[in-house]
């Protein structure tokens, strides 16, 4: 269900998965498509621009973490995002995420 996509600095996974993000109000669901310890792809169902900051949760094995984010890129529904202030707490649920959903 994921693939290595090997084109960025650091390590990015495909994946599948739900997230929600908020923008200005309620949360939404989204589609979690890629994951780095930079950034992420987005399935959303609504319009952005680039420079638009959005709160991104992601739950994973029963722990959660908020981040603040930008998106970099659209392409319709598809929106690329990068994490802003990323701490070590937040590099650590990644890592976990990402370790626990790569496929070898």
């Not at 984010?69 to 202030?85: H, S």
Request: proline letters at 0%; hydrophobic letters at 35%; charged letters at 25%.
């Amino acid at each position: 269900m994921s693939k290595m996509i090997t084109r960025r600095k650091n390590m990015r996974i495909s994946l599948d998965i739900e997230a929600h993000y908020k923008y200005g109000g309620e949360w939404q669901k989204c589609q979690l498509f890629d994951l780095s310890i930079e950034g992420a792809g987005l399935r959303v169902h609504q319009s952005f621009v680039r420079g638009d900051n959005i709160i991104l949760r992601l739950i994973h094995n029963k722990e959660e973490i908020i981040l603040n984010t930008t998106i970099l890129n659209t392409y319709g529904t598809r929106i690329g995002i990068k994490f802003n202030e990323i701490t070590d707490s937040h590099q650590n649920f990644i890592n976990k995420m990402m370790s626990t959903l790569r496929k070898y």
